[in-house]
């Protein structure tokens, strides 16, 4: 496989699904942020980590991107046009929050 492959499709999946997210799901009072994708070697698999601002909201959220996923599958496959769009795992990133409430315990 050619090297940086799996690195330039993750950024522009990232690019791609942070356009769609902000389009396609309303979430009320939340900011939602696609932070970093990584895509797997064979290219079949695709773990995107969100950060969600306010915390609070992050179930709320994370259900509202979830339950969208073949959608974006779908929409990443008419813009990209490749042969296989990688399948998407969402997942929140955490340690963004956790290093928040250090420093305010600090």
């Known amino acids: 496989m050619r090297p ?17 997210i902000l389009e396609e799901c309303e979430i009320d009072g939340a900011l939602v942020t696609v932070t970093n994708v990584e895509v797997s070697e064979d290219l079949l698999q695709a773990k995107v980590m969100l950060s969600i601002i306010p ?17 974006f599958e779908r929409q990443l496959l008419k813009k ?22 250090d420093t305010v315990a600090a």
């Open 4 to 20: 940086y492959r799996n690195l330039k499709m993750g950024s522009l999946i990232e690019q791609e699904l942070s356009k769609m």
């Open 55 to 71: 915390y609070e909201k992050e179930l709320e959220a994370y259900y509202a991107i979830d339950e969208k996923k073949k959608q």
């Open 80 to 101: 990209m046009k490749i042969r296989a769009v990688p399948h998407l795992k969402f997942e929140i990133e955490t340690h963004a929050r956790e290093n928040n409430e």
